[in-house]
């Protein structure tokens, strides 16, 4: 089997442009490669430790896999499922716990924001890094496309693999992280933030219509200077919009400041919504047809399972033999 790469998504809100460049752009571009095996999977589980409708979580997944499905995952390519349909994970994640130290999670600064942010500080979210350690390493995945943000927690995945190896044998390779250049994307309300799910005022959804998106990059929150900057520190708003601009072009930074040497915020505002809106038309016509055909989905998602299963219980029985379980 070629080397793997795994990527996960939690179902906890509508996906936004952040998702979309931090990592579905990049895990598509690395799906049409043919260098590597590639799974991605509905991170259901993980979501569960934020504030949650029960009545609508079914939904969300669904909704997540859509959005993954036009975004440009190929199922003929890549192995896309549901985490809680695959028990090992949670499995694996228990024995992850018995080798991570307190300290270890405390450090994580996700977990710290999320709580700062109101969010009731339950086990699961404090653990949360723990269970992704054990999304990828169960699949012994060589690379990982991950927002910056991720960065923290795949360090700690990394680590834990380490400590593995060093007490019961060399089982997992230790996963390498693929960035973006867009780094993280910035919310539009609030730029000093990443954009997040959970946050829904700052985001620009991979739904919203032309209009919309043409709406909310026009209200973005800015600056008072009068010419186009790039600034990340202190201009944060309108590099914000620099970097989206530069990533749904193929350009760089520089390039754009460059392009829009003289124009006005609204000016440049204008372009920005313009382009983007029209990079998101195909994603938007072929969610519009999978919506229609959620038996489709559903399908893929089982046929991904099984794809993903086998791989799942080899290594969780690797795992518990090497720690002594009968
Ligand atoms: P939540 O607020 O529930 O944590 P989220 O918006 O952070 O949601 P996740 O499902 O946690 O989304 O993350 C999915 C992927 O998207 C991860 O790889 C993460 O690194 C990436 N990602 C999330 N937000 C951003 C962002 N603002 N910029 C770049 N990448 C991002
Ligand atoms: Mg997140």
Redesign the pocket.
Known sequence: MKPLIV????P??IL?I??Y???IKQAVDLQNSDKYSYFYFI?DLH?LT?KYDPKEKSKEVMEAAIDLLSAGIDPKKSALFVQSHILEHANLAWIFNTITSMGQLERMVEYKEKVADGQTPNAGLFDYPVLMAADILIYKAQKV??????RQHLELARDIARSFNKRFGKTFPEPAGVYTK?????SLSDPKK??????PAGCLYLSDSPKKIKEKINTAVTDSHKEVGYDPENRPGISNLINIYAEFSGTSPEAAVKQFKGASYKEFKAAVGELVALKLQDTQERKANLEKDKKEVLRILENGAETARPIAKKTLEEVKSRVGLI
């Open positions: 990527s996960g998504i939690k906890s809100g936004h952040g998702n460049l931090g990592m991170a979501s934020t496309p991950v927002g910056e943000d991720q867009a780094l993280r994307v910035m990443k954009m997040s799910k959970t946050a």
